[in-house]
């Protein structure tokens, strides 16, 4: 990247932090009359009512100042009963902090363990946040290439381990993954959990769709085979599940001995989360479970409308994914998938992700969003494969 003479004396972490290419084809087309957009990570549905109504008497009643850096007593309490109800076991609200935002979360998490010279490992194909929020710290993102076959994505665990150096500080674990839909069996979370004991390193466990798993209640997770002392920081948001994007509030898992370390750095990042929007949080754990189930019971419906409809095709190779809303595919003959996704934008007025903003692994393939209203996939499917057949 060529910089400014103005910018060269800024520190390179900052002046070569990447560009995102999921941004790059968004920008592109986003103004387009007609486009289905399943580029970015998110669904069509605005936050449910019930949730705006809580955060609206939170404002009301003035709660507008400064408030708790760990979040309010009663959201603390809130994501704790959360985990009991999804793990069967009680949870000490003390292990969770709130944050604005996963991606705050994930930052945090890296501050605590990575920093120059560093390195943190990381399986692609990947959301590309992570190696680069990795790097704009200091450390290096080591990537391990997943391997794509005829049974989908998977992780060749003794690639995985055998990225590990002495200077490695942490291994990251996005389980159901964002962009392929791997999904971690109890088994191998076991195998990471004991080869990380081993050699003393940190585990981040991004666990955001753990909800949205279409072999079960939840995905295999850290919660089912860690004891709460191990060294695993779990990253996590209320985007996905209640329809949050916008309101930027996430959390952070950690044993509570490290309590006021991530008080200190939460306080000199966001210094804080608005307090009435953490009315809207608690009421989202409390109260929406029936809009959970109703969104995954949509996702899957979603799912297997792409799913067939490409499939049919003959032109598109992928694994159905068992976890997340994304459809991970590749097209034959059409290797160079940054080209190509500006090229559906203009061809079939369809918005999907190119596969290499998530790391060399995902090169060749596009990402779709299929958390929609099920009438829009079934007419992008349509332009999709009208497209294909042209082509």
Same mark, same amino acid.
């Given at each position: 990247?060529? !910089?400014?003479?103005?910018?060269?004396?800024?520190?390179?972490?900052?002046?070569?932090?990447?560009?995102?290419?999921?941004?790059?084809?968004?920008?592109?087309?986003?103004?387009?009359?007609?486009?289905?957009? !399943?580029?970015?990570?998110?669904?069509? !549905?605005?936050?449910?009512? &019930?949730?705006?109504?809580?955060?609206?008497?939170?404002?009301?009643?003035?709660?507008?100042? /400064?408030?708790? %850096?760990?979040?309010?007593?009663?959201?603390?309490?809130?994501?704790?009963?959360?985990?009991?109800?999804?793990?069967?076991?009680?949870?000490?609200?003390?292990?969770? &902090? *709130?944050?604005?935002?996963?991606?705050?979360?994930?930052?945090?998490?890296?501050?605590?363990?990575?920093?120059?010279?560093?390195?943190?490992?990381?399986?692609?194909?990947?959301?590309?946040?992570?190696?680069?929020?990795?790097?704009?710290?200091?450390?290096?993102?080591?990537?391990?290439?997943?391997? &794509?076959?005829?049974?989908?994505?998977?992780?060749?665990?003794?690639?995985?381990?055998?990225?590990?150096?002495?200077?490695?500080?942490?291994?990251?674990?996005?389980?159901?993954?964002?962009?392929?839909?791997?999904?971690?069996?109890?088994?191998?979370?076991?195998?990471?959990?004991?080869?990380?004991?081993?050699?003393?390193?940190?585990?981040?466990?991004?666990?955001? /769709?753990?909800?949205?798993?279409?072999?079960?209640?939840?995905?295999?997770?850290? /919660?089912?085979?860690?004891?709460?002392?191990?060294?695993?920081?779990?990253?996590?948001?209320?985007?996905?599940?209640?329809?949050?994007?916008?309101?930027?509030?996430?959390?952070?898992?950690?044993?509570?001995?490290?309590? %006021? *370390?991530?008080?200190?750095?939460?306080?000199?990042?966001?210094?804080?989360?608005?307090?009435?929007?953490? @009315?809207?949080?608690?009421?989202?754990?409390?109260?929406?479970?029936?809009?959970?189930?109703?969104?995954?019971?949509?996702? !899957?419906?979603?799912?297997?409308?792409?799913?067939?409809?490409?499939?049919?095709?003959?032109?598109?190779?992928?694994?159905?994914?068992?976890?997340?809303?994304?459809?991970?595919?590749?097209?034959?003959?059409?290797?160079?998938?940054?080209?190509?996704?500006?090229?559906?934008?203009?061809?079939?007025?369809?918005?999907?992700?190119?596969?290499?903003?998530?790391?060399?692994?995902?090169?060749?393939?596009?990402?779709?969003?299929?958390?929609?209203?099920?009438?829009?996939?079934?007419?992008?499917?349509? @332009?999709?494969?009208?497209?294909?057949?042209?082509?």
């Amino acid at each position: 990247m060529t !910089l400014h003479p103005s910018l060269a004396g800024l520190r390179p972490e900052a002046s070569e932090a990447p560009e995102s290419g999921i941004v790059e084809v968004f920008n592109y087309g986003r103004d387009r009359p007609g486009l289905i957009p !399943l580029w970015v990570g998110e669904g069509d !549905l605005p936050t449910p009512s &019930f949730i705006g109504e809580a955060a609206n008497r939170g404002l009301a009643a003035g709660e507008t100042f /400064y408030t708790y %850096q760990r979040g309010i007593p009663e959201l603390r309490a809130a994501i704790a009963r959360y985990h009991q109800r999804l793990y069967s076991r009680p949870f000490d609200p003390e292990r969770f &902090f *709130v944050t604005s935002g996963g991606m705050p979360a994930i930052q945090i998490a890296l501050r605590m363990v990575s920093g120059a010279g560093d390195e943190v490992i990381v399986p692609t194909p990947a959301w590309p946040n992570l190696a680069a929020a990795t790097e704009v710290g200091g450390a290096k993102a080591v990537e391990v290439p997943m391997q &794509f076959g005829n049974d989908g994505w998977t992780l060749d665990l003794d690639r995985y381990f055998g990225a590990v150096t002495a200077r490695t500080k942490a291994m990251f674990l996005n389980s159901p993954c964002n962009p392929t839909g791997w999904t971690a069996t109890r088994d191998e979370l076991v195998a990471i959990r004991d080869f990380a004991r081993q050699r003393g390193l940190w585990i981040i466990a991004d666990e955001v /769709y753990t909800r949205f798993f279409y072999e079960g209640e939840r995905a295999p997770s850290f /919660y089912d085979v860690a004891d709460p002392e191990d060294r695993i920081l779990y990253v996590n948001t209320l985007s996905k599940n209640w329809a949050m994007t916008g309101w930027r509030l996430g959390w952070l898992s950690a044993p509570p001995a490290y309590g %006021q *370390v991530i008080e200190n750095l939460v306080q000199y990042s966001s210094s804080g989360t608005p307090k009435f929007l953490q @009315r809207g949080g608690v009421a989202a754990f409390d109260e929406g479970e029936d809009f959970i189930a109703f969104q995954k019971q949509r996702a !899957l419906e979603a799912r297997n409308i792409v799913c067939d409809g490409l499939e049919a095709t003959g032109r598109v190779r992928f694994g159905r994914p068992p976890g997340a809303f994304y459809l991970f595919f590749s097209v034959d003959g059409e290797p160079d998938t940054r080209k190509l996704g500006l090229r559906l934008v203009d061809e079939a007025n369809v918005g999907l992700a190119p596969g290499d903003a998530f790391g060399a692994a995902g090169s060749g393939f596009m990402r779709m969003c299929f958390l929609r209203d099920p009438a829009h996939l079934i007419e992008a499917t349509a @332009r999709l494969s009208d497209w294909l057949r042209r082509h």
